[in-house]
T-cell receptor, first 117, second 114 residues
């Protein structure tokens, strides 16, 4: 019973293609996130949803579009893939939107390694 | 620009020793601080959270927070080879009191030698 799951685990595709990554959490959390971890291992927040409402939208190319059909699911669609999109994408969830104090801990999925050729 | 800084390492300690990992942050009003462990090729895993000044102990791990000096540290006692990983420090960004996102350090690589 995986807490935060992502599919696929690996994604190899060519430049210009469109692809999606799916995330599901069964922790009953209200808030979900997408992160990008590049080759230098820096974790960069991309988006966050709280109960289907977009609450964080960092400076990300608009080729990236998140969608949250319900609070347990957060998907990421990427259009016109570029070489620079190659990275590991992590989904995470936390009990609440406000990270101050107890309830702000984030729990990560296993990651999706995207390789664009 | 809010920042979290860590020494990238590698920090090398012998098995059984105490490993000390440090993190400084720039946001003076941050309230929540987290340590995550990331094994190579795996996802970050939460190991400690701390919210008030002082020490917080959990098994072999102790987190220390000093808000006046804006640093947070993680001590690992009786280090084991299985502790070899990258340790990420994360700080909740205050941003008008919203505290909605974490600011991450680049991580410190720890190697525990048998």
């Amino acid at each position: 019973d995986t807490a935060v799951s992502q599919t696929p685990k690996y994604l190899v595709t060519q430049m210009g293609n469109d692809k999606s990554i799916k995330c599901e959490q069964n922790l009953g959390h209200d808030t979900m996130y997408w992160y990008k971890q590049d080759s230098k291992k820096f974790l960069k927040i991309m988006f966050s949803y709280n109960n289907k409402e977009l609450i964080i939208n960092e400076t990300v190319p608009n080729r990236f579009s998140p969608k949250s059909p319900d609070k347990a699911h957060l998907n990421l669609h990427i259009n016109s893939l570029e070489l620079g999109d190659s990275a590991v994408y992590f989904c995470a969830s936390s009990p609440q939107r406000r990270l101050a104090g107890s309830g702000g801990e984030q729990y990560f999925g296993p990651g999706t390694r995207l390789t664009v050729t | 620009q809010k920042e979290v800084e860590q020494n990238s390492g590698p920090l090398s300690v012998p098995e059984g020793a105490i490993a000390s990992l440090n993190c400084t942050y720039s946001d003076r009003v941050s309230q929540s601080f987290f340590w995550y462990r990331q094994y190579s090729g795996k996802s970050p895993e939460l190991i400690m959270s701390i919210y008030s000044n002082g020490d917080k102990e959990d098994g072999r791990f102790t987190a220390q927070l000093n808000k006046a000096s804006q640093y947070v540290s993680l001590l690992i006692r009786d280090s084991q080879p299985s502790d070899s990983a990258t340790y990420l420090c994360a700080v909740a960004a205050s941003e008008a009191g919203n505290n909605r996102k974490l600011i991450w350090g680049l991580g410190t690589s720890l190697a525990v030698n048998p």
